[in-house]
């Protein structure tokens, strides 16, 4: 059984569209629909309707999805107990990191951690938010470098606040203002970050009762901050994220302030082996002096 076609099914499913799903998942039309139709051949049945409501569950589809999602489970407990293996016999760590901390704090972490330690190898993937955490979802990665998702069942240890920051042409009437007020984000056109990022940003602008008018984009940071310069709209992006960026944009603190908490997440159900622990270890005192 191809554990892929059935967490591409859970995908489907919970998006309610062939489309949503391939946005966010990376695949063409031609090629889920494939992937899908390959699936109920297996089976020997239809397990989705399709419609012009979108597409759900056939009553069959219902009968087989809690059992779908044990396996899912399962296997991806199993890929964690195998990393963690590979980690303790070959002194292999796998991480997984947000683009920005993979640019701003893992080039310390990672060179000087090999010095310390010449035999432990650290293989890196960096992507959005979904992507990260997908990794250590599907244990894939034994920890992930991210930001603190409320609704997560990871274990969590913080490092760092990253500030947010209103992105704004250049050009922006600010009032003379250092900052950037959250309620004149209210009717304006807002950029948002490729999925993932929002959960930081709608945290911000929930809690502050505003309404933007929000434009949903799959476009990662730097293309964000070129449309922001180009006058498409404007956005909110951490101050990791705009270290470093050369860009002819304004970058100013909220008010009120707001951050999100940086940190590492670990699989919650999986023992944290001597030599993942020595990582964490090594992280916490490199950022610990940025």
Not at 52 to 76: C, S, W
Not at 123 to 144: C, M, Q, S
Not at 238 to 247: A, C, D, I, K, P
Not at 248 to 253: D, F, G
Request: proline share 5%; charged share 20%.
């Amino acid at each position: 059984m191809d554990i892929k076609k059935w967490e591409t099914l859970l995908k489907v499913v919970e998006v309610g569209s062939f489309s949503k799903a391939c946005e966010e998942l990376g695949y063409t039309q031609s090629g889920l629909t494939h992937m899908m139709n390959s699936l109920e051949k297996e089976v020997g049945f239809p397990v989705l309707q399709r419609g012009h409501y979108g597409v759900r569950l056939t009553e069959n589809g219902e009968r087989i999805i809690p059992a779908v999602k044990e396996v899912i489970l399962a296997d991806n407990k199993l890929m964690r107990e195998i990393n963690q293996i590979n980690a303790e016999e070959n002194g292999t760590i796998r991480i997984s990191a947000y683009t920005s901390i993979a640019v701003q704090w893992l080039p310390a972490i990672v060179v000087g951690f090999a010095k310390e330690y010449p035999n432990i190898n650290v293989e890196i993937f960096n992507g959005g938010v979904t992507d990260t955490y997908n990794l250590l979802e599907t244990g894939k990665v034994n920890l992930t470098f991210g930001s603190f998702q409320a609704n997560s069942n990871f274990k969590w240890i913080p490092l760092k606040y990253d500030r947010m920051l209103a992105i704004l042409p250049a050009d922006y009437d600010t009032k003379g203002l250092d900052y950037f007020p959250v309620t004149g984000y209210e009717g304006k056109s807002f950029l948002m970050p490729s999925y993932g990022f929002s959960f930081d940003i709608m945290r911000v602008i929930n809690g502050n009762n505003v309404k933007p008018n929000i434009k949903e984009t799959s476009l990662d940071d730097p293309a964000i901050i070129a449309m922001v310069e180009g006058g498409w709209g404007i956005s909110m992006l951490s101050e990791l994220v705009m270290q470093g960026q050369n860009s002819k944009v304004l970058a100013l603190p909220l008010a009120p302030a707001a951050v999100r908490e940086l940190g590492i997440a670990l699989p919650k159900d999986t023992t944290i082996s001597p030599v993942i622990k020595k990582f964490i270890a090594y992280a916490q005192k490199i950022i610990g002096s940025l």
